[in-house]
């Protein structure tokens, strides 16, 4: 296989250089991770309190770092910038669907966000309390976010593209008193109506006290006096000026809710201080930044890849982050390639799903902007297929940008697995190596490490900084899913890889969680979905390998009697679910059945009909299958098909 090294120019600026450097690097985290992160606390942020313990281990798995320390994301990502040359840098370069435009200096953003705060603490929140953020994607998000952390009001983004349904499951599990929205957000020249989504969540959800309403759209939306006020009127009662609170480093910054692998979603839960240090340091080792880069993370703030790699590292490390509203393709597939043309991007981060949605675009879209600002490109998400891995190094990266293919998760917070873009020489749909400090591993159910070569599933062997603490609310679900498949070490739910020259390939996920366009789905909750709907006797949904989105969802339906397998009802069991959880989750195909696969004991044997949408048979173990016809019968449909 070629090997991809970074050309002399790039080594020769790189904040990480190969040979001594690099070694030096990796024999420090290595040796004394303990020093090895305490020296970059200290030199990376600001403290108010130095800590009295860098990892407190005594109470495993629910790790602790920078014990007894006191700090504050908000400080950290503008007041201190603000006391330098920096003030006056773009912070946030944004820009709207309709194409609208706002720079805001690390000043104004920092203005913003002391108002914003201002107005959370006229309120009554404090630290302690939580806040759930259902924003378009306006600079009105990462102020709200920032001026949560001002305060240590633990906040909960719910990406836009969710559900009235699935927000009302966030907000009751988070018991968040505070709703921050819009009236809407557009995508694709249409309208998402926020606030009517929130309103229909709140019927059932009495410990909510305050909807505060950002005014984006402009379209109508009904105020409940009392409860809901708009952004601009409170902001306009407050005077300007609120100081960060010194926060414990551990006081949780944000939950973010994920799929797992039961219809609940986990509440993950981040910390402040270790966080905040790991995504820092990705900024410098993998995003490599520079003091005059423009920076651009087109993810959704929704996400964990915009929580960390939009928001949070970006601004602390005092660079300008792009944000954009809206859809890639609108009005035109050639839009982000517009937006890095006009806004001279040097430093791209995306997933494989939309580069493979632009590579049936065509190159014609790429090729009528002028690119050459960009030198370093990165994909999150999912696996990287190798041939659209070249196609993004040589039509979006003109052959000279590096690729840094990042693995990591919304537990992990931060990066863990990647190449440093001025040391690795790369191979396509390899994410290459661990961090400095991270000790990932390839092991068997034992906890051994795998011979080269070989395959199994991937770990981290001890605690990393940016680690997630806990699941909202359910300790034991954390401590059970996460810690005790091998005892003591952290069990990610990947498989992977490890190669002769020891590369790191994550191979995608050995649970019953699908990876749609880079977002995970559980197929229980997907599964309980379906099965609430007044005609589904029995549902079971499985992942079939897609072009496009990586995995696509493939649902099998067993109706009650008396409803009829129809094309109609297909269309509305996907309504149904898009209504439920999101559009994002709509099936891809309905397929009627009788009855499913099961074991003796009434089991649905997914695996079966895994087999069957991948490979279009079923080739194995059967022997604990209950009725043979019925796996005959849904192979002969699906050749069919
Ligand atoms: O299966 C891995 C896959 O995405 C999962 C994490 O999903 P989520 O928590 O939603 O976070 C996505 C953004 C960080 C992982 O368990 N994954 C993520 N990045 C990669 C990946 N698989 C292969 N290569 C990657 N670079």
Redesign the pocket.
């Known amino acids: 296989m070629d090997l991809y090294h970074p050309s002399e120019s790039f080594v020769d600026r790189a904040n990480v250089k190969p040979g001594e450097p690099y070694e030096a690097l990796i024999a420090k985290a290595s040796a004394d991770p303990e020093a090895f992160w305490s020296d970059l606390a200290e030199s990376e942020l600001h403290w108010f309190r130095k800590w009295d313990k860098v990892l407190d281990e005594s109470e495993a798995p629910f790790y602790k770092w920078f014990t007894g320390a006191t700090t504050n994301m908000s400080y950290n990502c503008l007041d201190r910038h603000c006391k330098t040359w920096r003030k006056n840098r773009a912070a946030i370069v944004w820009e709207g669907e309709p194409g609208d435009q706002r720079t805001l200096t690390y000043q104004e953003l920092l203005r913003a966000v002391e108002r914003f705060a201002a107005v959370l603490k006229a309120q009554g929140f404090r630290a302690g309390d939580r806040a759930i953020l259902y924003m378009p994607m306006v600079p009105e998000l990462p102020v709200a976010m920032l001026a949560c952390a001002r305060l240590g009001i633990t906040h909960s983004v719910v990406f836009a593209g969710f559900s009235a349904e699935a927000l009302k499951t966030r907000i009751l599990d988070l018991d968040a008193g505070l709703v921050v929205t819009a009236d809407g957000g557009w995508r694709r020249g249409n309208i998402v109506p926020l606030k009517q989504a929130v309103d229909d969540a709140l019927g059932d959800c009495p410990g909510v006290r305050s909807v505060i309403v950002y005014r984006r759209t402009g379209n109508e939306v009904e105020m409940t006096p009392g409860r809901d006020a708009w952004w601009h009127d409170l902001e306009a009662d407050v005077t300007a000026g609120c100081p960060a609170e010194r926060l414990d480093a551990e006081h949780p910054l944000y939950v973010l809710y ?1 799929s797992g692998t039961t219809g609940k979603p986990k509440g993950i839960v981040h910390s402040t201080g270790g966080y905040q240090l790991q995504v820092s340091m990705a900024m410098r080792w993998v995003f490599d930044i520079k003091d005059e880069d423009t920076y651009w993370c087109a993810a959704d703030v929704g ?3 915009g929580h960390s790699y939009i928001v949070y590292g970006p601004l602390l490390v005092g660079t300008t982050t792009v944000m954009y509203e809206g859809a890639p393709d609108f009005p035109e597939p050639d839009r982000f390639w517009s937006l890095v043309d006009k806004y001279k991007v040097n430093v791209f981060y995306t997933s494989p799903t939309a580069i493979r949605a632009f590579i049936k675009f065509g190159t014609e879209y790429p090729e009528r902007h002028d690119l050459s600002s960009l030198r370093l490109l990165g ?6 297929n190798p041939s659209a891995w070249e196609w993004y190094h040589s039509v979006i990266g003109g052959g000279r940008c590096p690729i840094v ?7 992990t917070g931060s990066i863990m ?1 990647s190449p440093l873009p001025g040391v690795t020489a790369l191979k396509p749909g390899s ?1 290459t190596f661990p961090l400095p400090g991270i000790a990932a591993d390839v092991v068997d159910l034992e906890g051994n490490s795998v011979a080269p070569g070989g395959e199994g599933y991937l770990v981290v062997r001890k605690p990393w900084p940016s680690m997630f603490r806990t699941l909202w609310g359910d300790p034991e679900r954390f401590r059970e899913t996460y810690w005790s498949q091998i005892p003591g070490i952290y069990f ?3 498989a992977a890889r490890k190669d002769e020259d020891g590369y790191f390939w ?1 191979l ?2 050995v649970d019953d969680v699908m ?1 749609v366009s ?3 789905m559980s197929t229980a909750e997907l599964e309980s979905t379906l099965v609430r709907h007044a005609a589904v006797a029995e549902a079971a949904v499985v992942g079939m390998p897609d072009e496009l989105t990586g995995q696509a969802v493939i649902a099998f339906v067993t109706p009650i009697q008396g409803n009829d397998p129809t094309d109609e009802l297909a269309a509305e069991l996907r309504e149904w679910v898009a209504q439920q959880i999101g559009k994002f989750a709509r099936p891809k195909q309905i397929r009627f059945s009788d009855a499913l696969p099961k074991t003796r004991s009434g089991k649905i044997m997914r695996r079966l009909l895994r087999e069957i949408v991948t490979t279009h048979k079923v080739s194995g173990d059967i022997t604990t299958l209950e009725d043979l016809s019925v796996v005959n019968r849904l192979a002969a449909q699906q050749d069919e098909d």
Request: proline letters at 3%; hydrophobic letters at 30%; aromatic letters at 10%.
């Open positions: 994920t996400w964990v890849t994909s999150v998400g999912e696996p990287i293919d990042t693995w990591w998760q919304t537990e697995i994410g990610v739910g990947d994550v995608g996920r990876n880079g977002h995970r």
